[in-house]
């Protein structure tokens, strides 16, 4: 490649819309249809296909598929109805979730990332282990941590049994039910965000704690007044990727609890895709998955905003 | 650090000296703290092996068998001759339909992602920004429509059902755009005065400056293929499924069965493990690329 | 709900006559050109490889009929079967199980077998259980064929009731509670109703009563043999609260609270791992759960019939799969639907269903349960019971009757609402399910 810059910029030979250079003003175009097509079968079309079932009582076999307006959004917010109690309840139950897990996992993949940023023997072999079971799929993270707290025979209550402990009935009391579910979980998705964290702390520079060193800094106050004021950006987006993914929750209560007891770990999802797929209720299902994805918009919309911050084009 | 400045004042020097043991013990302290995490965070895996190589009559034997007193292998027999586990057929499932996923993900993400980030055209904001307001929409509000589309193109128990319907996702172009957008401009000047066209220069300098965030975006591609359930476990049955939607019937079938059961559960991680040893840094990578920088 | 998994294999043995039952007047009612048909089968297990047998002894004994079988685990079947026939590209018959035949019947997706049809294939309802047929009817309109029957059942510790003192499996009420309570000591020796019991510490005991689905289809039985129901009679409504249900509800739950015979918090899981492990000697559930408990060493168990524990009969719980013929487009070669229907018909015969059984389900006729063959199998014992099993279907909102039932019986045992809240609460859930369903039927 020569690299004379004062050469004059030769033109594309020939031009015309059926061309394939860059003079034809629809080449650019062409780089886009592959995806731009997919995108607008798969991702748009759905979408917009999901509004018509949602306003339509929609079944596969008939003929017909009249047009009810509202009325399946309508009915979520009907008492009468049989989809208010149960909506409502796995509402609640998956905002419950969110509320105990997200703290758990910021706090605690923060926790981790401290304890490892800094050299300790075996570093990279913790770094693994914490991460590891993150590339498991919830099925297998759901079913072993079934096993993990059976009632009867789970390992769990075999070291409370061998400490001299009664067993725990996790698995049918309401309220323990989530212990299983936010270990799993903890377990599950805690070295994702550990190592977001261990790199927005390689991040930080070591002068500023050398100059706190200086000033006889505790360690608490270096934390304190260094590191979290220069982790929130970080935390910020941890906080609202674990909100978003703990609003999906699903395998973890299908597997390990089933919804139980008494329907007190009803994930909406769950009873979304039961709607749908046992009770053949498409349009109920439809109409119930766009509320979810407004009551979501708000965290949505914050993740959003954190990455078209992005745009900018720092680099 | 015997950074020269601390002679300065002796009383920094002794605070130096203590805080320097003090670093020595909280190393130590650390270290052993972090070895029990760790302990907590293998011991279910611990377990899922142990419980798999026990014969079914010691799974659930009071009192609890720590260890697998008398080892066999009979339970992985058990899944991989079952007819209701083809549990290789499913291995070569997900493989198939994850690798072809990726490939055309990074493909199709890549060209369009260049198309915008380098090329000037009409609506290309427009365009830009129609994608990646696609992201605020969760993927599950599609799961209902999409699912009725498979049924009505035939796609149920296909590998088109796993292979098309999330390669028009949004985000590996948002991602591949903002690293092709920070490609200087006066590498590529340099092929285009060479003659070179847009596809050239794609090929020739684009993709081979962005190599990191090319394998990052596969790896992350290829594992969220290869552990995706909801839509498997919906589009994909019997022999058609993937190995995680399979091990979800699978437990179905053998509820209570724990050694085939953790035999199942420890076939279908294996692969997962064995494939984050080989990408884990790009996955440590990737997470810091795709997550933030400030 | 766990169901589908029908792989309990029956110890046989080589004693099994494999045509023990004559070929009873088997002609083919099907003599036209020679057609191909596809079947869905969604049954996993050894029940497939014995399907799979069958279809090629059909296709051997039958030049001009072909049949082209496929393995969609059953619930695929239940989700695709609307659009595929919406689409034209329906199999020629397949298998559902029984909670999803009536309700795809009035949809519209299968065909109902009209006496004509039954006639042309040869098909002789009367060869049936009366239960099994009923359970794919409705409204005067038959829309299946029974092919296999499961049910619950009383699982028993042969070594632990010999070692309580009881010499056979109970079969009422008292004897019921009188062998459980023999079974049960706590961790110190003390049997219930001594000074010092721990109820919450047994060493051994009589029953697991579980939540979920298996506590409530025990219940369930209980209210059947009250002779109540969870529906009324004509028009299929939900009636929860009414004096037979809070008697099952309260005596199912008295085991554990009152009775102390179960401990508490039990799920099926743990009820069955009691059971492997030898420390509960009955183990209330379906008939499928046995290939669990063969592969347990050490395990010497028997299979009774449910013990009478309600105040009127001996009724069980049932299930049962059928044989349908999904619609078809109109030109649908009436050939391909003789061909099916004589498949369906000699896929049913007694000697079939024999073979069939050996999958791990039971009979679907009386003429199969009393074949000798059986009598050297742990599950002989059941088949004398076969004539109790009431299936659980027979309209078509029966999953979201179910799906309340349980519910309510969650909240009964668990202690969260008094009996009689728990069934009115779901009686109030299953009463809008079922408005909401007939609306989507009619």
Known sequence: MSLSLNRPRERPRRGGLLALNDANPL?????????????????????????????????????????????YYRQLFDR??????????AMRNTALFVVLSVPLLVAYSLALALQLYRPVRGRAFFRAVFFLPGVLSWTVVGVLWRWLFDNQSGLVNAVLTGLGQDTIPFLTTEGLAWVPILAATVWASVGFNMTVYLAALSGISQSLYEAADLDGATSWAKFRYITWPLLSPTTLFVTVTTVLAAFGLFFQSVFITNAGPNRSTLSVIQYLVSEAFTNVQYSSAAAMSFVFAGVLLVFTAVQFRLMIRDIGGRR | MAAPWVSAAPRTRAATRTRRRAHLTSSTLRFVLLLLQAIIFLAPVYWMIATSLKPEGDTVAQPIQWYPHSPTLENY?????????????????????????????VLTCSLAAYAIARLKFRGREAWFWFILSSMMVPGLTTLIPSFIMMLKLGWIDTYHALIWPSMGGAFGVFMLRQFFTGIPFELEEAARLDGANSLQVFRHVIVPLSKPALATLTVFTFLGAWNSVIWPLYVVHGDMATLPAGLASFQGIYATTYGTLMAGTTLTALPALVAYLFAQRYLEEGLTLTGLKE | MKKAPLTFALALGASFGLFALAQTGYRSSYTGPRVEITFWNGQSGDNRKYIDELVKRYNASHPNVSVRVTTPPGDTIAQQLPALVAGGRAPDVTSLIETMTIPNGL????????????????????????ALWNGATYGGKSYGVPVYNVAFAMFYNKDLLKKAGVSRAPRTRDEFLRAAQACTTDKAGRKPGQAGFDSRNLQTWGVGVPNGFFGATLAYSVLLQNGGNSVTEKTYDARFDTPEAAQAFGFVGDLVKRYNVSPTNMTEDSQQAAFRSGKQCFSITGTWVMVNYQGQKGLNFGVAPLPQLGGKSKTAWGGSGYLVLPKQRPGYDPNKRAAALDFINWFTLPENNLYFNQGGTMPTMPV??????????????LFGGLNDVQIEAGFPW???????????????????KDIRTALRDGETEAGKLVNQARKNFR
């Open chain 3, 368 to 381: 199969v349960a009393k074949d000798k063959s059986y009598d050297n199998t742990p599950l002989a014992e």
């Open chain 3, 107 to 130: 949809r519209g997706v299968i065909e109902e077998f009209t006496p004509p049809l039954l006639k042309q294939g040869n098909i002789d309802r009367a060869r049936f259980y009366p």
């Open chain 1, 27 to 71: 080449v650019p175009y062409l780089y886009l249809l592959p995806h731009g097509a997919l995108f607008l079968a798969f991702i748009v079309f759905p979408i917009l296909f999901g509004v018509y079932v949602s306003t339509h009582h929609y079944d596969p076999v008939a003929t017909t598929q009249p047009f009810v307006g509202l009325e």
């Open chain 2, 77 to 105: 027999a058990r899944v991989l001759t079952s007819p209701d586990s083809p549990v290789v057929r499913w291995t070569l499932n997900s493989a198939f339909t994850s690798l072809a996923f990726t490939f055309g993900t």
């Open chain 1, 80 to 89: 009468q109805s049989p989809q208010f109690d149960l909506f409502w309840l």
């Open chain 3, 398 to 416: 029966v999953d979201q009757v179910r799906g309340a039932w349980i519910g309510a019986w969650d909240n009964a045992l668990s202690g969260k």
